[in-house]
């Protein structure tokens, strides 16, 4: 891994802006509901815009992958993001808030993982896995540097000098590196450096297919479970009666158990097929939230809520771009992994404002037995699109 220059770059930007612009929601979250006096669905619906925007921008981004900018887009969507959290250090409004992360949602659809493993599959075509793997091992670390950094500079300072080191972070580290790898994986791609031809017929040809919505809804359900259940884990652990060092401490822990996933995985890669990790990561995800759902501060069951959690989010990021290949086909793979990224987010983009609304109704009791339901259903659709294929 380390002998390949441009996966150690594409690795450490990825961990950089996952860290910077993604998990700075999770642990800001309370301090934006106290500083502003704002409803935690108000605070959670700019999080939802962001996701939405960056769902219906990822198809445009996909786009640019197959002409061959994804370079361009990678490290200059990366630095945009990175203003922008400086920008969100001087907010004082909500609709400043809006805002501010309507266009990091923008910018996450060309910086995080999906335009990155496009470029790759793009570049490394049917061996793209391990590559993909190796990214993610390193970008695993993310939340366990972001959420740590910013409870620590947050007891320091306050949320906005988060913002502004998260930002600086992002753009004098983060965008460099993204751009270096990308370009050398561009350029030793197995196209050569060639553009494919435009496929004016490729945008029915997704849409129409019964085997992109099966495959499609059911990732979305599995983003409904990570970004509802991530977004909202602090006040889930503390209304479950978690301490607040604890949480900071499961919390971090998630990252490395997501590394933890995906090593295993790549040990397993040859005993196990594709399709048996995408199944075992729905029952997975049900199985934390059962879990979450009856720990009452148990240290035992958020301990393997945390294993369960991490593994299964760790592990869905890289069987996403495979299981979409495997199933779609690689021609023209950025525009279609572009579509399919469009559902995941939609579902990204849904979680953090429902699971207000549904703890507004029968509090997180209730959203926990949700997301078990999406469990179940999601592996249901996932195993008929596979059968159907």
């Known amino acids: 891994m380390l002998r390949d220059r441009s996966v150690l770059y ?45 769902a219906v921008t990822s198809p445009r981004a996909g786009k640019r992958i197959d002409a061959g900018l994804g370079p361009h887009m990678l490290a200059g969507c990366t630095a945009i993001g990175g203003v922008l959290l400086g920008l969100l250090s001087l907010v004082e409004q909500i609709w400043q808030f809006y805002a501010v992360w309507a266009l990091l949602g923008m910018a996450m659809a060309g910086a995080l993982y999906d335009p990155c493993f496009a470029l790759v599959t793009r ?17 695993g670390f993310a939340s366990t540097l972001a959420f740590p950094a910013a409870y620590a500079i947050v007891e320091e300072w306050d949320w906005r000098m988060v913002a502004r080191v998260f930002a600086a972070v992002v753009v004098f580290v983060a965008a460099p590196l993204l751009w270096a790898g990308a370009r050398r994986m561009e350029r030793e791609g197995k196209h050569g450096g060639a553009n494919p031809p435009p496929a004016p017929t490729e945008r029915p040809a997704i849409y129409g297919s019964p085997l992109f919505w099966l495959l499609g809804i059911a990732f979305a359900f599995g983003a409904v479970i990570h970004g509802g259940t991530l977004q909202h884990l602090f006040p889930i652990l503390h209304d479950r009666g978690v301490d607040a060092d604890t949480a900071v401490l499961a919390a971090s822990c998630i990252g490395p158990m997501q590394v933890a996933g995906r090593v295993i995985m790549m040990m397993a890669e040859r005993r196990v097929s594709n399709h048996a990790v995408a199944a075992g990561c729905f029952v997975l995800m049900g199985l934390a939230m059962a879990l979450l759902y009856v720990s009452t501060a148990a240290a035992l069951l958020v301990a ?22 495997e199933v779609m086909g690689e021609a023209h793979f950025g525009a279609k992994f572009g579509a399919m990224s469009m559902l995941y987010l939609a579902g990204s983009a849904t979680a953090p404002y429902m699971v207000s609304l549904v703890w507004g109704v029968g509090g997180y009791d209730l959203v926990l037995p949700g997301m078990m339901a999406l469990a179940g259903v999601g592996l249901v659709l996932y195993l008929a699109a596979r059968r159907l294929s």
Do not use: C, Q
């Open 123 to 139: 570049a490394r075509g049917a061996e793209a896995k391990r590559p993909i793997i190796h990214i993610t091992l390193m970008a």
């Open 10 to 54: 594409l690795g450490l930007g990825e961990t950089l802006v996952w860290g910077g612009v993604f998990y700075i929601f999770p642990p800001l979250l309370v301090h934006w509901e106290n500083d502003f006096g704002w409803s935690r669905a108000e605070v959670t619906g700019a999080f939802t815009l962001a996701i939405v925007l960056s």
């Open 304 to 325: 393997g809520f945390v294993i369960m959690f991490g593994g299964a989010y760790g592990t869905v990021s890289i069987i996403r771009p495979v299981i979409t290949r």
